[in-house]
T-cell receptor, first 111, second 112 residues
Protein backbone atom coordinates (compact mmCIF):
# COMPACT_ATOMS: atom_id res chain seq x y z
CA UNK A 1 0.00 0.00 0.00
CA UNK A 2 1.10 3.55 -0.67
CA UNK A 3 0.87 6.13 2.07
CA UNK A 4 2.11 9.69 2.46
CA UNK A 5 2.20 11.46 5.80
CA UNK A 6 2.54 15.19 6.30
CA UNK A 7 2.50 15.63 10.06
CA UNK A 8 1.95 19.38 10.17
CA UNK A 9 -1.32 20.96 9.07
CA UNK A 10 0.09 24.45 9.51
CA UNK A 11 3.62 25.79 9.55
CA UNK A 12 4.07 29.44 10.38
CA UNK A 13 7.47 31.09 9.88
CA UNK A 14 8.84 34.60 9.67
CA UNK A 15 10.08 36.04 6.41
CA UNK A 16 13.73 35.17 5.96
CA UNK A 17 13.57 32.16 8.27
CA UNK A 18 14.36 28.65 7.03
CA UNK A 19 11.49 26.42 6.03
CA UNK A 20 11.18 22.65 6.25
CA UNK A 21 7.95 20.93 5.31
CA UNK A 22 8.00 17.31 6.39
CA UNK A 23 6.90 14.37 4.28
CA UNK A 24 7.24 10.69 5.09
CA UNK A 25 6.10 7.88 2.89
CA UNK A 26 5.38 4.18 2.92
CA UNK A 27 5.91 2.12 -0.21
CA UNK A 28 7.49 -1.27 -0.75
CA UNK A 29 9.17 -0.51 -4.07
CA UNK A 30 11.03 2.45 -5.55
CA UNK A 31 8.69 5.41 -5.46
CA UNK A 32 8.69 8.64 -7.36
CA UNK A 33 8.12 11.61 -5.05
CA UNK A 34 6.66 14.98 -5.86
CA UNK A 35 5.82 18.23 -4.16
CA UNK A 36 2.75 20.08 -5.40
CA UNK A 37 1.80 23.61 -4.37
CA UNK A 38 -1.51 25.41 -4.39
CA UNK A 39 -1.42 29.18 -4.07
CA UNK A 40 -4.55 31.05 -3.00
CA UNK A 41 -7.29 30.75 -5.64
CA UNK A 42 -5.01 28.87 -8.01
CA UNK A 43 -4.91 25.29 -9.17
CA UNK A 44 -2.64 22.59 -7.87
CA UNK A 45 0.70 22.76 -9.66
CA UNK A 46 3.87 20.73 -9.65
CA UNK A 47 6.68 22.31 -7.66
CA UNK A 48 9.36 19.67 -8.03
CA UNK A 49 10.01 15.96 -8.40
CA UNK A 50 12.81 14.04 -6.79
CA UNK A 51 14.27 12.50 -9.92
CA UNK A 52 14.91 15.96 -11.36
CA UNK A 53 17.08 16.95 -8.40
CA UNK A 54 16.30 20.57 -9.16
CA UNK A 55 15.67 23.70 -7.17
CA UNK A 56 12.46 25.55 -7.94
CA UNK A 57 11.76 28.96 -6.40
CA UNK A 58 14.58 28.24 -3.97
CA UNK A 59 12.97 25.01 -2.74
CA UNK A 60 14.80 21.69 -2.71
CA UNK A 61 13.84 18.21 -1.56
CA UNK A 62 16.02 15.18 -1.14
CA UNK A 63 14.71 11.65 -1.12
CA UNK A 64 16.00 9.76 1.92
CA UNK A 65 15.17 6.12 1.36
CA UNK A 66 16.56 5.08 4.73
CA UNK A 67 14.22 7.40 6.58
CA UNK A 68 11.51 7.16 3.88
CA UNK A 69 11.32 10.93 3.82
CA UNK A 70 11.13 13.67 1.20
CA UNK A 71 11.19 16.89 3.18
CA UNK A 72 10.84 20.20 1.34
CA UNK A 73 13.32 22.89 2.33
CA UNK A 74 14.05 26.50 1.62
CA UNK A 75 16.77 28.50 3.40
CA UNK A 76 14.96 31.86 3.44
CA UNK A 77 11.16 32.05 3.35
CA UNK A 78 9.45 34.73 1.28
CA UNK A 79 5.91 36.08 1.66
CA UNK A 80 4.99 34.68 -1.74
CA UNK A 81 5.78 31.17 -0.49
CA UNK A 82 2.58 31.21 1.58
CA UNK A 83 0.48 28.41 0.12
CA UNK A 84 -0.75 24.86 0.62
CA UNK A 85 1.91 22.23 -0.05
CA UNK A 86 1.17 18.61 -0.83
CA UNK A 87 3.65 15.78 -0.93
CA UNK A 88 2.73 13.00 -3.37
CA UNK A 89 4.05 9.56 -4.25
CA UNK A 90 3.78 7.54 -7.40
CA UNK A 91 4.68 3.89 -7.50
CA UNK A 92 5.65 1.71 -10.43
CA UNK A 93 3.49 1.47 -13.56
CA UNK A 94 -0.03 0.18 -14.05
CA UNK A 95 -2.55 0.81 -11.32
CA UNK A 96 0.26 1.74 -8.98
CA UNK A 97 1.08 4.75 -11.12
CA UNK A 98 -1.59 6.78 -9.36
CA UNK A 99 -0.53 9.73 -7.25
CA UNK A 100 -1.05 9.27 -3.53
CA UNK A 101 -1.18 12.60 -1.72
CA UNK A 102 -0.60 13.59 1.84
CA UNK A 103 -3.12 15.76 3.66
CA UNK A 104 -1.10 18.88 2.98
CA UNK A 105 0.69 21.53 5.03
CA UNK A 106 -0.29 25.16 4.92
CA UNK A 107 2.79 27.37 4.97
CA UNK A 108 2.21 30.83 6.36
CA UNK A 109 5.06 33.32 6.01
CA UNK A 110 4.67 36.43 8.13
CA UNK A 111 6.64 39.67 8.31
CA UNK B 1 -0.60 25.26 -25.38
CA UNK B 2 -3.83 24.95 -23.42
CA UNK B 3 -4.04 23.66 -19.89
CA UNK B 4 -6.60 21.37 -18.29
CA UNK B 5 -10.11 22.79 -18.18
CA UNK B 6 -12.98 21.44 -16.13
CA UNK B 7 -16.68 22.15 -16.23
CA UNK B 8 -18.77 23.14 -14.49
CA UNK B 9 -16.89 24.99 -11.75
CA UNK B 10 -19.65 24.55 -9.20
CA UNK B 11 -22.61 22.23 -8.99
CA UNK B 12 -25.36 21.51 -6.48
CA UNK B 13 -27.20 18.21 -6.65
CA UNK B 14 -29.73 16.39 -4.55
CA UNK B 15 -28.99 13.08 -2.86
CA UNK B 16 -29.82 10.18 -5.18
CA UNK B 17 -29.29 12.17 -8.37
CA UNK B 18 -26.65 11.53 -11.00
CA UNK B 19 -23.92 13.95 -12.09
CA UNK B 20 -21.47 14.22 -14.98
CA UNK B 21 -18.29 16.26 -14.70
CA UNK B 22 -16.17 17.10 -17.72
CA UNK B 23 -12.49 17.61 -18.36
CA UNK B 24 -10.44 18.69 -21.36
CA UNK B 25 -6.87 17.47 -21.20
CA UNK B 26 -3.83 19.56 -21.90
CA UNK B 27 -2.80 19.44 -25.52
CA UNK B 28 -0.55 16.43 -26.22
CA UNK B 29 -1.59 14.54 -23.10
CA UNK B 30 -3.13 11.07 -23.50
CA UNK B 31 -3.66 10.09 -19.87
CA UNK B 32 -6.28 11.53 -17.56
CA UNK B 33 -6.81 10.91 -13.87
CA UNK B 34 -9.63 11.97 -11.58
CA UNK B 35 -9.25 12.81 -7.92
CA UNK B 36 -11.68 13.61 -5.13
CA UNK B 37 -10.58 16.18 -2.58
CA UNK B 38 -12.70 16.44 0.53
CA UNK B 39 -12.38 19.50 2.74
CA UNK B 40 -9.10 19.49 4.65
CA UNK B 41 -7.80 16.41 2.85
CA UNK B 42 -5.37 15.73 0.06
CA UNK B 43 -6.68 14.57 -3.30
CA UNK B 44 -7.75 10.90 -3.41
CA UNK B 45 -7.27 8.90 -6.61
CA UNK B 46 -10.53 7.78 -8.23
CA UNK B 47 -9.37 6.29 -11.55
CA UNK B 48 -7.14 6.83 -14.54
CA UNK B 49 -7.71 6.46 -18.27
CA UNK B 50 -5.08 5.87 -20.92
CA UNK B 51 -6.08 5.81 -24.58
CA UNK B 52 -9.76 5.45 -23.68
CA UNK B 53 -9.25 2.47 -21.36
CA UNK B 54 -9.40 2.53 -17.56
CA UNK B 55 -5.97 1.40 -16.35
CA UNK B 56 -6.16 2.12 -12.66
CA UNK B 57 -8.81 2.56 -10.01
CA UNK B 58 -8.77 3.70 -6.43
CA UNK B 59 -10.99 2.65 -3.57
CA UNK B 60 -14.23 4.06 -4.94
CA UNK B 61 -17.50 2.18 -5.53
CA UNK B 62 -18.75 1.28 -9.03
CA UNK B 63 -21.21 4.17 -9.01
CA UNK B 64 -18.16 6.28 -9.85
CA UNK B 65 -17.49 5.68 -13.53
CA UNK B 66 -15.70 7.45 -16.31
CA UNK B 67 -15.02 7.79 -19.98
CA UNK B 68 -12.16 9.05 -22.06
CA UNK B 69 -12.84 10.14 -25.62
CA UNK B 70 -10.63 9.93 -28.74
CA UNK B 71 -9.65 13.57 -28.28
CA UNK B 72 -8.53 12.61 -24.74
CA UNK B 73 -11.23 14.65 -23.06
CA UNK B 74 -12.90 12.84 -20.19
CA UNK B 75 -16.02 12.54 -18.08
CA UNK B 76 -16.58 11.48 -14.49
CA UNK B 77 -20.05 10.14 -13.75
CA UNK B 78 -21.39 9.58 -10.28
CA UNK B 79 -24.70 7.80 -9.78
CA UNK B 80 -26.92 7.71 -6.70
CA UNK B 81 -25.22 10.71 -5.12
CA UNK B 82 -24.60 10.63 -1.39
CA UNK B 83 -23.96 13.52 0.96
CA UNK B 84 -20.35 12.33 1.41
CA UNK B 85 -19.75 12.81 -2.31
CA UNK B 86 -19.62 16.55 -1.66
CA UNK B 87 -16.05 17.50 -2.55
CA UNK B 88 -13.77 19.15 -5.06
CA UNK B 89 -13.23 16.88 -8.06
CA UNK B 90 -9.94 17.34 -9.83
CA UNK B 91 -8.93 16.20 -13.27
CA UNK B 92 -5.26 15.80 -14.13
CA UNK B 93 -3.66 14.97 -17.45
CA UNK B 94 -0.24 13.75 -18.42
CA UNK B 95 1.59 12.07 -21.27
CA UNK B 96 1.48 8.30 -20.71
CA UNK B 97 1.44 8.88 -16.97
CA UNK B 98 4.96 10.20 -17.07
CA UNK B 99 6.37 13.35 -15.65
CA UNK B 100 4.22 15.63 -13.57
CA UNK B 101 0.48 15.77 -13.96
CA UNK B 102 -1.23 19.02 -14.96
CA UNK B 103 -4.27 19.67 -12.84
CA UNK B 104 -7.47 21.51 -13.63
CA UNK B 105 -9.10 23.98 -11.28
CA UNK B 106 -11.68 21.43 -10.24
CA UNK B 107 -15.44 21.14 -9.97
CA UNK B 108 -16.90 21.74 -6.55
CA UNK B 109 -19.84 19.39 -6.07
CA UNK B 110 -22.28 19.92 -3.24
CA UNK B 111 -24.83 17.22 -2.51
CA UNK B 112 -27.79 18.29 -0.43
Amino acid sequence: AQRVTQPEKLLSVFKGAPVELKCNYSYSGSPELFWYVQYSRQRLQLLLRHISRESIKGFTADLNKGETSFHLKKPFAQEEDSAMYYCALRGAGGTASKLTFGTGTRLQVTL
Amino acid sequence: ETGVTQSPTHLIKTRGQQVTLRCSSQSGHNTVSWYQQALGQGPQFIFQYYREEENGRGNFPPRFSGLQFPNYSSELNVNALELDDSALYLCASSFAGNYGYTFGSGTRLTVV
